[in-house]
């Protein structure tokens, strides 16, 4: 039974930062994927950063330059540090996990609101 447990989200004004964090518990196979989405009142769902077990990393146009996905195998987490970051940051961001061979999981979300 696997879990993602995310954190990190919060208030921050234009120019500011937050570093969003998802562990996973429980028994996992190969997470041969991990991603960040988001999700704004009235839009889809959209992929905002991804990285695979190799380390090669996916970022959506208007995250490049300002958000960094990593992952740390060991503590099975994957990191979004946000920079940056902008009004149109505000959503609700997902964690994700691809795992071999077809089970896919989902965070809870958490708030991130960017405003003055």
């Known amino acids: 039974q696997v879990q993602l447990v995310e954190s990190g989200g919060g208030l921050v004004q234009p120019g500011g930062s937050l570093r969003l964090s998802c562990a996973a518990s429980?028994?996992?196979?190969?997470?041969?994927?991990m991603g960040w989405y988001r999700q704004a009142p009235g839009k889809q769902r959209e992929l905002v950063a991804s990285?695979?077990?190799?380390?090669?990393?996916t970022y959506a146009d208007g995250a490049k330059g300002r958000f960094t996905i990593s992952r740390d195998n060991a503590k099975k987490t994957v990191y979004l540090q946000m920079n940056s970051l902008k009004p149109e940051d505000t959503a609700v961001y997902y964690c994700?996990?691809?795992?071999?061979?077809?089970?896919?999981?989902w965070g809870q979300g958490t708030q991130v609101t960017v405003s003055s």
């Open positions: 994700n996990v691809k795992s071999y061979p077809s089970r896919n999981f």
């Open positions: 429980g028994s996992i196979p190969n997470m041969y994927l």
């Open positions: 990285i695979t077990s190799g380390g090669t990393t």
